[in-house]
């Protein structure tokens, strides 16, 4: 069966600097996601995107934040600069379609911790 | 905000019980969601359910929605323990399509 994959499974990194995230969505998915979940507590939206663009983001994506479909299959989240309270799991998820009551099918997630 | 809430937060039985999470949420829905999380990894996709349905099963899985009380509940029979894991509810909204979750029930269950 098809999944969502993510690399790498976790990440240790110092403030201030640059982390991008990595996820292959499902191949024949045209929607992409990204949520975070700081530990504890409850998994929240990021951003989606669709057509090479971002489609919808939360206030918690801002400018520090970005997203890039480099290529066919890969699906990236870029941390220009982080800080302590960045440090959270990162879910990717695709879906095959927008809101035509469509599943979305998470990946396994990068457990960042800026120090 | 849309979130969804769980309840209980946290369930603890016995191997063989049957249990019972809710879900409750704010606003109009197109459909909801059941999530499993084991400890410290990803979501796993356990079941949808759309706004026009009332109730839908899956193996050992459960699920009801009340659009008029804006709530839904997971039921899982027969437990294991390898169901030990938290369990989330996500919603759509009517616009936009990023899931809003909730805050989870942790399940415990005793061999």
């Known amino acids: 069966e098809p999944e969502v994959t993510q690399t790498p499974s976790h990440q240790v990194t110092q403030m201030g600097q640059e982390v991008i995230l990595r996820c292959v969505p499902i191949?024949?998915?045209?929607?992409f996601y990204w949520y975070r979940q700081i530990l504890g507590q409850k998994v929240e939206f990021l951003v989606s995107?669709?057509?090479?663009?971002?489609?919808?983001k939360s206030e918690i994506f801002d400018d520090q934040f970005s997203v890039e479909r480099p290529d066919g299959s890969n699906f990236t989240l870029k941390i220009r600069s982080t800080k302590l309270e960045d440090s959270a799991m990162y879910f990717c998820?695709?879906?095959?379609?927008?809101?035509?009551?469509?599943?979305?099918?998470f990946g396994p997630g990068t457990r960042l911790l800026v120090l | 905000s849309q979130q969804g809430e769980e309840d209980p937060q946290a369930l603890s039985i016995q191997e063989g019980e049957n249990a019972t999470m809710n879900c409750s949420y704010k606003?109009?829905?197109?459909?909801l969601q059941w999530y499993r999380q084991n400890s410290g990894r990803g979501l796993v996709h356990l079941i949808l359910?759309?706004?026009?349905?009332r109730e839908k099963h899956s193996g050992r899985l459960r699920v009801t929605l009340d659009t008029s009380k804006k709530s839904s509940s997971l039921l899982i029979t027969a437990s294991r323990a390898a169901d030990t894991a938290s369990y989330f509810c996500?919603?759509?909204?009517?616009?936009?399509?990023?899931?809003?979750f909730g805050t989870g029930t942790s399940l415990t269950v005793i061999p």
């Open positions: 359910i759309r706004s026009n349905e």
């Open positions: 996500a919603t759509d909204a009517n616009t936009g399509n990023q899931f809003y």
């Open positions: 191949s024949n998915h045209l929607y």
């Open positions: 998820a695709s879906s095959r379609n927008r809101r035509d009551q469509e599943t979305q099918y």
């Open positions: 606003t109009s829905i197109n459909n």
């Open positions: 995107f669709y057509n090479n663009e971002i489609s919808e």
